[in-house]
């Protein structure tokens, strides 16, 4: 299977950043988009964030080989139903949301008969709207695929390949798997984030001003990943429910266990904690997931 082109559902962070990496890096393969929002789709169309900038999805799923679902994964099947009539029934279907057991369920019952393969690109950031999206998010990045038993090998190939083009490096995985592990690297990460910010903002013998005046590096970058998309993140841990309970269970364990080695002063049990999560970054760096530079190499102004 050659993919010739693509329809992105969706024009957002990761909808924009795949129609532009397309454009720079797969020029040959055309896109068409649309979003539900119109002041969404004019300034995609302002940007060019795909070839084709759509008033109906049903449009722009018309004659797609790819149709990738880039809305909120709370909202995929009922998106996904909508353009049913309209995808062509040989095409490849895929998303890039951060739960796969539940988007593989929502597409698969909204679209049977069609060959849907869950997709996840491991990247982003805080910003989103149809302004966040750039051509080179995905290089060097992960894309996992979550494909259902019996796929079309060519159909799997074809997906693969499609990511790799847009520089990301694929990796196959079960979608139980994955939602486990996005939990602990992904999602608890972003309740904690939201958890330290709220408390931060709720605190009465500090005020707001102060919270913002004096935030050192940890409490910024904390209030970075607090400001992704709301919509997105409520959607994620609500459909991702059973993996972020059990990581949270975990995590409240252990942070238990080091509110007892404080109170009790237990230097050791701190300092072998802090040392091993240091060769846990370390290794991050080794991987090219992350830059060595000081403040993660970022700007001032980029946040």
Not at 92 to 111: F, N, R, T
Not at 167 to 174: F, N, R, S, T
């Amino acid at each position: 299977m050659t993919i010739q082109r693509v329809a992105i559902i969706g024009l957002g962070l990761l909808g924009g950043s795949i129609g532009l990496a397309v454009k720079e890096h797969l020029p040959e393969v055309a896109t068409a988009g649309w979003d539900r929002d119109p002041a969404t789709r004019v300034r995609a169309a302002e940007r060019g964030l795909v070839g084709t900038v759509c008033e109906t999805g049903t449009e722009a799923v018309a004659g797609s080989d790819l149709v990738v679902f880039c809305v909120p994964v709370g909202a995929i099947g009922a998106v996904a139903a909508d353009l049913a009539a309209a995808i062509p029934a040989d095409a490849v279907i895929s998303d890039v949301g951060s739960s796969k057991l539940s988007v593989a369920k929502a597409l698969a019952e909204a679209l049977p008969g069609h060959c849907v393969i869950p997709a996840h690109p491991v990247a982003g950031t805080e910003r989103s709207g149809p302004d966040a999206g750039f051509a080179s998010l995905f290089h060097n990045r992960w894309c996992i695929i979550t494909p259902p038993e019996g796929v079309d090998a060519d159909k799997l190939a074809a997906l693969s390949a499609f990511w790799e083009g847009l520089g990301a490096k694929v990796e196959l995985m079960d979608p139980q798997h994955h939602d486990l592990v996005l939990a602990v690297t992904s999602h608890l990460p972003h309740l904690i984030a939201y958890t330290i910010v709220g408390t931060a903002s709720d605190l009465e013998g500090v005020t707001q001003s102060e919270v913002i005046k004096y935030s050192a590096g940890g409490f910024r970058d904390f209030t970075r990943i607090a400001a992704s998309d709301p919509t997105m993140w409520r959607d994620v841990f609500l459909t991702n429910k059973d993996a972020v309970l059990e990581m949270l269970q975990r995590f409240s364990e252990d942070l238990t266990a080091l509110q007892r080695a404080i109170r009790w002063g237990d230097g050791d049990t701190l300092f072998e904690l802090f040392t091993r999560t240091r060769d846990i970054r370390r290794s991050i760096i080794e991987q090219g997931q992350d830059d060595a530079r000081p403040d993660f190499g970022r700007s001032d102004h980029a946040g």
